[in-house]
């Protein structure tokens, strides 16, 4: 054999294989085969310091800052422990806060739902006029104040009325 010495063996303890191009993990300085260089397909034990990752909270779903070398199972813990905001003791905000107007009716919604005539707030099911019986002459009509009770605005005139009263003008 001319060169005994070319190539280098898998580190990986399963595979072993004999390698002409090895390539040197970066993290753990050991020398892999093209199917086993990954810190995953070795499991390397240094891949948390080379690999960066930003982490997510799991309770608050906040972005989790990593330093380079630090363990980002630990650092998570360290902030779910102290700064989440997200704590499991803690009230959650609530949602669902605009309850139906529709007498019998307790469900609420994440949005206000109005009513375009009685101005009443209503869930999904009753936000139609039909639907919950509304009246426009209600009490509730009246607490929108003087805005439905007001002219409609004057229309724009457009270029095909101006164009009218220009050939109008000219036929005298």
Known sequence: MEFPDLGKHCSEQ???QLDFLPITCDACKQDFC????SYAAHKCPFAFKKNVQVPICPLCSIPVPVKRGENPDVVVGEH???DCTSHPGRKKEKVFTHRCSKEGCRKKEMLQLACVQCRGNFCIQHRHPLDHSCQPGSSSASRAGTSATRAPEPKPLGASW????LRWKVKR
């Open 34 to 37: 093209k199917d086993h260089f």
């Open 14 to 16: 399963t595979c072993k």
């Open 162 to 165: 101006l164009a009218k009263q």
């Open 80 to 82: 779910m422990d102290r």
